[in-house]
């Protein structure tokens, strides 16, 4: 018996155009980078690798600039917004485990509309 072994395929060496016109091809309308790839003979991943460095963003980076701090007064702390007596926090537990929080001051019509759409559901 005899088993004939063929050498590792060798790397595929891509010209700077033929790079740019294969990821051009993926910029097209319909086209998807796997599809490319596919019909192309090239892998994926290296595909993504020129498309990252080639298609460099039209903006700019953002340009910071200097910051300096002065002496600063010490500020004040805002303060909490005022508690409502006595809490009056509602929790209803609804079918499926659904659960609905309400103030104490909600308006009873919108309420009962709220629970009843959400019945239905």
Not at 30 to 51: H, I
Not at 61 to 76: C, M, Q, R, S
Request: aromatic share 4%; net charge positive.
């Amino acid at each position: 018996m005899m088993e004939i072994v063929e050498a590792a395929p060798r790397r595929r060496r891509w010209s700077e155009t033929e790079k740019e016109r294969l990821v051009a091809e993926t910029c097209a309308p319909g086209m998807s980078v796997s599809l490319v790839a596919r019909r192309r003979g090239v892998d994926p991943s290296l595909l993504f690798r020129w498309r990252r460095r080639l298609l460099v963003p039209t903006e700019a980076p953002p340009v910071f600039a200097p910051v300096e701090v002065a002496n600063a007064a010490p500020v004040a702390p805002i303060p909490a917004p005022p508690a409502s007596a006595g809490g009056g926090l509602i929790e209803i537990e609804l079918a499926g485990g659904r659960r609905l929080r309400v103030d104490r001051d909600v308006d009873a019509a919108a309420l009962r509309r709220v629970l009843s759409v959400l019945e239905r559901s």
